[in-house]
């Protein structure tokens, strides 16, 4: 059983930083990919970027190089270190699991609310 939960969410004005971090209680760390998504009030959920157990990196095209995915497989913690930050990064932030793998269960975080002001 993989259970996620998110931190490091909180306010911060524009041009800001953040590190999202996202504890994996399952076993087996990163077994299927890890993701992050995100969700903007009135919007459908997005995904952010993904990395593969061996740290194959993905990013959406709309985040301009402002983001960066991370893992420490040791502590069984993901990250999302967030610069740069836009008031449109304002949204929900979901940690997740095995998303992008056919054959996977999904699993997901509960999320954590990044708010970014002008």
């Known amino acids: 059983q993989v259970q996620l939960v998110e931190s490091g969410g909180g306010s911060v004005q524009a041009g800001g930083s953040l590190k999202l971090s996202c504890v994996d209680s399952?076993?087996?760390?990163?077994?299927?990919?890890m993701e992050w998504y995100r969700q903007a009030p009135g919007k459908e959920r997005e995904l952010v970027s993904t990395i593969t157990r061996a740290g194959i990196r993905t990013y959406a095209d709309s985040l301009q190089g402002r983001f960066i995915i991370s893992q420490d497989k040791s502590k069984k913690t993901l990250y999302l270190q967030m610069n740069d930050l836009k008031t449109e990064d304002t949204a929900v932030y979901f940690c997740a699991a095995g998303t992008r793998v056919s054959g996977c269960r999904p699993y997901w975080g509960r999320g954590t609310q990044v708010t970014v002001s002008s």
């Open positions: 399952g076993s087996i760390f990163n077994f299927c990919g």
